[in-house]
């Protein structure tokens, strides 16, 4: 596997990184999360639930260190001169807390995340206190990480294009295989098939299938059951292309729409659509989120509608394929909308074991307003 990007693209993100470090008075920082350690350097393996971590100095030294068997995966990945690996044998913080001696002797104040998936309480205790052993402080650089990584460049968003492509290829395959008579397992395997062959790599989560009352229950993903006529179909998956990715939410229904089915799909593309007027350089993804409830509410199904209306998308691995943790469409996110930026804006209501309808699209933060990414026009018009 060759690097995803030329190596100026990664030399930028860690000069970037390393005025933010000179600016906060930081030596180095250590970075443990997939999605960090991918932005900055390239390296991505399936192995990443292993002990990984990359060593930034202000002064110019970086080095990726890792389980030995996966540093093959790193040569290949990634234009780094400095891989260091260590034995399954080995205690991988004392081997990172040598590294940081070695790349920055005598350091005195070092970044660390705080809020990393990869990093436990016990291990971010003991890096700390083998800091400390060494003379350095630590501090939390969770922050300047993810402030990076929202924008994105032009060849990322060349990668998320890249993943739009598969992602439409792989719903139209599974709004074509959801009919009666068809079960969710059948849907699944058309949608594995669809996205690998049009060039994803693996997800970064699974993709959902849910019907008929199955519909109502978030995070469904396939099983047994045979789809029925007069049933939606709740369909949503993301590709990879890569690790880059670019989410669609679809809903198909077997037969013709009437009633509170209706209702809840006009409500659902209504709100769909008024949050993505508000996705706009400057605008504001709190607003966005009160612009999709008020549109539910309006038509009487605020009780179906529990959640965020969206969230930043760009690297990641399993368990999730977003970044609603940089920024998310609620009521509490403070940051503004810029060009660059990358949301998937996704409205679903929800009638716990009864019924779902879910429309979504990932759409692109242009100098004007959005470009859509991801669609799905397969199926009966919500």
Same mark, same amino acid.
């Given at each position: 596997?060759?690097p995803?990007?030329? %190596? ?5 993100? $860690? ?15 250590? +970075? ?11 390296h991505?393996? *399936? ?13 110019? %030294? ?29 205690? &991988? ?5 040598e590294?940081?001696?070695? $790349? ?16 436990? *309480? ?6 700390? /206190? ?23 460049? *032009? $060849?990322?968003i ?24 068809a ?9 594995f ?13 699974? @993709?959902?299938?849910?019907?008929g @009352? ?16 007069? !049933? ?6 993301? =590709? ?11 809903? +198909? ?9 209706a ?15 508000? +996705?706009? &350089?400057?605008? /504001? ?8 409830? =008020? ?17 930043? +998308?760009?690297?990641?691995?399993? *368990? ?9 469409? #609620?009521?509490? !996110? %403070?940051k ?19 019924a #779902? ?26």
């Amino acid at each position: 596997m060759s690097p995803v990007f030329p %190596e100026s693209e990664y030399d930028q993100r $860690l000069a970037t990184l390393r005025e933010t470090l000179k600016a906060e008075g930081l030596d180095a920082v250590v +970075v443990h999360t997939p999605e960090n350690v991918c932005y900055l350097s390239g390296h991505a393996t *399936p192995g990443y639930y292993t002990y990984q971590c990359l060593v930034v100095t202000a002064d110019g %030294e970086a080095a990726l260190l890792m389980r030995q068997t996966e540093t093959e995966n790193a040569l290949e990945a990634t234009y780094f001169k400095r891989i260091n690996g260590f034995p399954d044998s080995a205690d &991988p913080l004392a081997a990172t807390a040598e590294l940081l001696a070695e $790349l920055a002797p005598g350091a005195r104040t070092v970044g660390i995340e705080a809020k990393s998936w990869f990093l436990p *309480p016990e291990s971010f205790l003991r890096l700390r /206190s083998l800091l400390a052993d060494r003379g350095a402080e630590t501090t939390h650089i969770d922050g300047a990480l993810a402030a990076a990584r929202l924008v994105k460049s *032009p $060849l990322e968003i060349e990668q998320i294009r890249l993943a739009a492509a598969s992602t439409n290829a792989g719903m139209a395959a599974a709004a074509r295989a959801a009919v009666p008579g068809a079960s969710e397992r059948a849907v699944a395997a058309a949608t594995f098939g669809a996205l690998i062959e049009s060039g994803s790599e693996y997800f970064g989560m699974e @993709p959902f299938v849910a019907s008929g @009352p199955r519909a109502g229950t978030i995070h469904a993903s396939w099983s047994d059951r045979v789809i029925q006529r007069d !049933e939606a179909v709740l369909l949503e998956m993301s =590709a990879t292309r890569g690790r880059y990715n670019a989410p669609l939410m679809h809903t +198909v229904w077997t037969g013709e729409l009437h009633g509170d089915a209706a209702a809840m799909a006009k409500a659902c593309d209504d709100a769909r659509a008024a949050a993505l007027a508000e +996705v706009r &350089p400057g605008g /504001s993804p709190a607003a966005a989120h009160a612009a999709c409830k =008020a549109a539910i509410a309006d038509a009487g199904l605020a009780h179906t509608y529990r959640k965020r209306s969206g969230y930043s +998308v760009g690297i990641a691995f399993a *368990p999730d394929w977003g970044e609603g943790h940089l920024l998310s469409l #609620g009521e509490n !996110e %403070e940051k503004s909308f810029e060009a660059g930026m990358i949301v998937h804006v996704v409205p679903t209501l929800r009638i716990g074991g009864v019924a #779902g309808i879910g429309l979504s699209a990932t759409v692109l933060l242009t100098g004007t307003g959005h470009e859509v990414l991801t669609s799905c026009e397969i199926g009966p018009r919500l």
